[in-house]
């Protein structure tokens, strides 16, 4: 999608950028950029400020420290070596490093997998501060600490914890099963294939002059700013220490986002992997701040990412940065391609709020869909089959419906269903001989196995849902019908639903 079709969805972006990124949201940060993208390209870019403060203005290639992003390749990475054999994810993470055998929880050994450290459920209690500190340690220096023992918060695999020092134990198996540093197998691994060129593990890999943005801090909401050396680069950098610009996250966010797309390509990474980093493996309270006054029905960690069930646009998937001098912020909405990456040079920007009110701004601006539903053959001709028989007035026809479950015409018998028709037809009036066409009254659909779609009537309408068992040759398990509501499209007193605003793709 390029050229003009890019032009709709260029202006709603632009403008939710210059009304996200106000006077009070920049004066936090000496610089910024922040852009929208769909499928891997930039369609509109914010850039302010000056990244050095010394007379340079920020472009939109200027490359900003992107901290926890980094986890994402990371983890990218690990499961690349997983599909080669190479790693176990359910294996003991000391059967990779032996150090981390002397982990303890209440004085009792434990057993840590590559898979609870990747999805922060390993038990490790949350060391952001901490983490950021050592994020230049030696790996003498981190391997003598596990070794003496780290000490668990949790019980291995229950809960959510963010752990720095957990994560980085993914890069140290990496380098045991590989023999060769993390950060170069996650640039031959990841980097190169997608032509990420832009993105690096640190700033001297960048050629002298190059546009790197310094970092800076606030104390006293962007009054005044002080510089902030960057943090190094060792034994947990593999966690947070990529340098990056908003074109190269554009890339890595359609290549992960794509692994969503029935036709998606299994280069570099299966898309089949590429979906596991994006399926929350660990629940996210939602009481932990990150999300306050997000309209979710749930969030977890999947491997290296946040994922989002958001109540209007579906899955969401995103990650923050944070290091002193830097904030960043990624995110997109796997059912369109539509994603908003936001650095800034200070920790006090937010990146976060902003790359949130931005992407939930420009998705409903474009009426984006949660998802797109493509109903078996099978779910379609049933529900055609049902429609029919409600418009032909066969109200005592329910058998003619199948093929049926058993269950169907036990969980409500034929002479129950039609008494129910009657006393909703009493209500809405018979249907209407002239309807449109079956394809245009389908409203939503859960998915595959599901179908729901309206009969208009003289004084109202029915909403009607089938659904089928997803047997060799699926079969209808239930009918509902029901008087639709106000808007008629839902039946009356449903709640909000997120399917209510899937894309129903009809063969």
């Known amino acids: 999608m390029t ?54 203005a920020t472009e939109p290639g200027t490359v900003f420290r992107i901290a926890s992003m980094s986890k994402s390749f990371l983890a990218a990475t690990a499961l690349s070596l997983r599909d080669e054999g190479l790693l176990d994810l359910h294996a003991p993470i000391a059967q990779y490093v032996p150090e981390a055998a002397a982990a303890r929880h209440d004085g009792r050994p434990v057993r840590i997998t590559l898979d609870t450290l990747l999805s922060n459920r390993s038990g490790l209690p949350e060391d952001n501060a901490w983490g950021d500190e050592h994020l230049g340690e030696s790996r003498e220096f981190i391997g003598a600490l596990v070794g003496e023992g780290l000490t668990l918060s949790a019980t291995t695999a229950t809960e959510y914890q963010y ?8 890069g140290r198996a990496i380098e045991a099963v590989t023999g060769r540093p993390v950060e170069d197998v996650i640039r031959e691994r990841m980097l190169a294939p997608l032509g990420l060129a832009d993105t690096r593990a640190s700033a001297d890999l960048y050629p002298a002059g190059a546009d790197l943005a310094r970092g800076f801090r606030t104390f006293d909401d962007g009054d005044s700013f002080v510089p902030e050396p960057y943090v190094g680069t060792g034994a947990l950098g593999c966690i947070g220490s990529l340098f990056s610009t908003v074109a190269d996250i554009a890339v890595w966010m359609e290549f992960l986002g794509s692994g969503f797309d029935p036709d998606a390509a299994d280069a570099v990474l299966s898309a089949a992997s590429r979906r596991e980093l994006q399926v929350a493996h ?6 932990i701040s990150q999300f306050t006054g997000a309209d979710l029905d749930g969030a977890g960690y999947g491997y290296g990412l946040v994922v989002e069930h958001d109540r209007r646009f579906g899955r969401i998937v995103q990650h923050a940065g944070g290091l002193p001098g830097f904030s960043s912020h990624m995110r997109w909405h796997p059912a369109t391609g539509i994603g908003v990456v936001v650095f800034g040079n200070s920790d006090q920007f937010g990146a976060g709020g902003i790359a949130g009110a931005v992407l939930h701004d420009v998705l409903g601006r474009v009426d984006a869909p949660a998802a797109s539903v493509r109903p078996w053959p099978q779910t379609v001709a049933a529900a055609r089959r049902i429609d029919d028989l409600l418009r032909a007035g066969r109200s005592d026809a329910w058998d003619q419906a199948g093929p049926l479950a058993r269950n169907v015409l036990r969980d ?24 449109a066409p079956f394809e245009e009254r389908v409203v939503a659909a859960a998915d595959a196995s599901a179908l729901r779609w309206t009969v208009p009537c003289r004084a109202g309408a029915l909403v009607c849902d089938v659904r089928m068992v997803g047997l060799h040759d699926p079969i209808v398990q239930s009918i509902d019908v029901r ?24 063969d």
């Open 3 to 56: 050229g003009s079709a890019h032009e709709p969805l260029a202006a709603h972006a632009a403008a939710a950028l210059t009304e996200r990124l106000d006077a009070a949201t920049l004066r936090r940060s000496p610089a910024s950029v922040a852009a929208v993208t769909l499928h891997g390209e930039v369609v509109a870019v914010h850039a302010h400020g000056e990244p050095r403060r010394d007379g340079a």
């Open 163 to 170: 752990s720095n020092v957990g994560q980085s134990l993914v």
């Open 282 to 287: 660990t629940l996210i309270s939602p009481v």
């Open 412 to 435: 409500v018998p034929a002479e129950v269903r039609a008494a129910r028709l009657r006393a909703a037809l009493e209500r809405t009036g018979e249907p209407l001989a002239d309807a």
């Open 483 to 506: 008087v639709a509501g106000e808007t008629g499209r839902k039946p009356e007193g449903e709640a909000a639903r997120v399917t209510d605003h899937c894309r129903v793709v009809l």
